[in-house]
């Protein structure tokens, strides 16, 4: 088996111990980290690479980061800026090496979009566009693909806490879930919705108003995976025992488990 983490870790260097207990209770085998909030050279390699695990890092100044963790050799680095003419740490790919069978490994960090008035909104619609051309040539190559990490996108009513509510808000609006949706229509598989087809379940809960003790929560951190990757799927599971700690980040980790 190989278990797969992707996590809106919301600081790197604020949750490294969290990430490591996170990966050796969970024995997780690759970890795909969003919003790292740091420089290459001020990643805390040290404490990951003590574990054994690579890393390949996409980091920034104070803000956004992705990076990937493989216990198994990276073979290949992909650092994109999807949208061009914005550089911004947003996509890294990765092919890593297991058991003499390669898999494609993506941890993405979708923008917020801020409002739907907004540039920002415009700037994230635009980010999916052309993640969808890359979804799109990716698959071409008939591999095992994993593309995970924040979306900042709930797909459907079950995946928000109130669907009336949020209608036409960020992160719920119309025009981001068809956006999402139509990278879903390529033929990549929503890995949780897959093995929990009717269980509502949240990945993301704001830091303010009583939003955990009270689950207004959305599902925006997805896994998502080519044809091939989905006929070796065990399971996925989202793990909310790191929200529950001192001092966590507002998202918590999906775990995907393929044979």
Known sequence: ????????????????????????????????????????????????EKLDYKCVVYGQVARNGVCVLSKYPILETF?????????????????????????RVVSIYVPNGQSPDSHAFEYKLKFFDNLYKRASNLLKNEELIVIAGDYNVAPDEIDVFDSNLLNGQVCFHIKEREKLKSILNL?????FRISHPNIQQFTWWHYQGSSLRNNRGMRIDQVLLSPQAADRLETCYIDDRLRKLESPSDHIPVVCVME
């Not at 996590?7 to 919003?35: A, T």
């Not at 914005?86 to 297991?98: D, K, N, T, W």
């Not at 033929?187 to 890995?191: C, I, L, P, S, T």
């Open 187 to 191: 033929g990549f598989k929503d890995a």
């Open 1 to 48: 088996m190989l278990k797969i983490a992707t996590w809106n870790v919301n600081s790197i260097r604020k949750r490294v111990d969290q990430l490591c207990s996170f990966i050796i209770d969970s024995q997780i085998d690759i970890v795909l980290l969003q919003e790292i909030k740091s420089t290459e050279e001020q990643f805390p390699y040290a404490e990951i």
């Open 79 to 103: 650092k994109i800026d999807i949208v061009e003419g914005h550089q911004e740490a947003r996509y890294i790919e990765c092919v890593i090496e297991h058991n003499n069978q390669k898999i």
